[in-house]
């Protein structure tokens, strides 16, 4: 079955930077679109990027532009996010989502402190 097991999360301080993994198996990797979603405290969850499966368009919420980048390992069946510049409005569960099928993973938490 699908499974997605997220890691890199933790506490840093604002302007820190933490790149997320998302180790993916039981599904072919390469031919699904990856995306990171995040839920923050008391807010709904959003869309924070995505990747097509070769990896060469990505996009970006607005919230994120600039400072996520999101990559992939075809080879390693592992999807990136590298995040700079942190901020304490970042500060939320993120979770994997692989397009094929829909699965999740089960999410990890970032926090920012200010």
């Known amino acids: 079955q699908v499974q997605l097991v997220e890691s890199g999360g933790g506490l840093v301080q604002s302007g820190g930077s933490l790149r997320l993994s998302c180790a993916a198996s039981?599904?072919?990797?390469?031919?699904?679109?990856m995306s990171w979603y995040r839920q923050g405290p008391g807010k709904e969850r959003e869309w924070v990027a995505d990747?097509?499966?070769?990896?060469?368009?990505?996009n970006y919420a607005n919230s994120v532009k600039g400072r996520f980048a999101i990559s992939r390992e075809n080879t390693r069946n592992t999807v990136y996010l590298q995040m700079n510049s942190l901020k304490p409005e970042d500060t939320a569960e993120y979770y994997c989502v692989e397009g094929l099928t829909g699965g999740w993973g089960q999410g990890i938490q970032v926090t920012v402190a200010s």
């Open positions: 990747i097509t499966p070769a990896g060469g368009t990505k």
């Open positions: 039981g599904f072919t990797f390469s031919r699904s679109a």
